[in-house]
Every structure is written in C-alpha cells, then in structure tokens.
Nanobody, 123 residues
Framework: EVQLVESGGGLVQAGGSLRLSCAAS????????MGWFRQAPGKEREGVSC????????YYVDSVKGRFTISSDNAKNTVYLQMNGLKPEDTAVYYC????????????????WGKGTLVTVSS
C-alpha cells in the first residue's frame, strides 16, 4: 500500500528554521519526482518544491527561493525540506506528494497524500 508520512513541523518564530521529512512506502522515489505542497487556512493548495527523480533538478515557487532547500534520499524513500528564514506567510499544513513541473510551476502528479505536518510561524 502507498503510504506517505510527513513530520518535522512545529511552532517557530519568524526567522527560524525547520526541517520537514516525508517517509514513503509502497513505491520507490526512483520512479517519481517528489515534492512539497502547502495549504493555509482559506487558501488554495500551493506547490512549493519538486525534485526530479532522474537528475535531481530542483524547482521552487518564487516565494521560497533562497530560503528553502529540497533534498531526497532515494535509498531511504525519504524527501526533505529544509526551511530557513521562515516568515509568517509560510504558515500552512505541508504535504508531500508526487509532483511534476508545468510552465515552471510545481503541480500534483498523483493523488497520494499523508496527513501533513503543520508549520506555524509567529511574527
């Protein structure tokens, strides 16, 4: 069975850092690009970052460039999101999922989700 488990969220002050992890089972990261999405209350889901399974190419939404870094360990079927310089507008539930990049934007590829992990950034 496909399972995705996000962890690492929490409450942090503006300017702080968090490292999110996503552990997957039931499929291999070797076969899919994986990424991070977030959804704030009252807002639409937003693609944050995506990492290619073929060559490791990374994509980011403009608002997090220079602050967030995506990485993966395919042998462990785990993807990470290092978040530095956090801002209140980063507050959201963060989810990992298979991704694709269309016209420079991170999009959902397959509808498999975990429960997400909540990131709250105070001002």
């Amino acid at each position: 069975e496909v399972q995705l488990v996000e962890s690492g969220g929490g409450l942090v002050q503006a300017g702080g850092s968090l490292r999110l992890s996503c552990a997957a089972s039931g499929f291999s990261f070797d076969d899919f690009a994986m990424g991070w999405f977030r959804q704030a209350p009252g807002k639409e889901r937003e693609g944050v970052s995506c990492i290619s399974s073929r060559d490791g190419t990374k994509y980011y939404v403009d608002s997090v460039k220079g602050r967030f870094t995506i990485s993966s360990d395919n042998a462990k079927n785990t993807v990470y999101l290092q978040m530095n310089g956090l801002k209140p507008e980063d507050t959201a539930v963060y989810y990992c999922a298979a991704c694709t990049v269309v016209a420079g934007r991170v999009r959902l590829a397959f509808d498999y989700w975990g429960k997400g992990t909540l990131v709250t950034v105070s001002s």
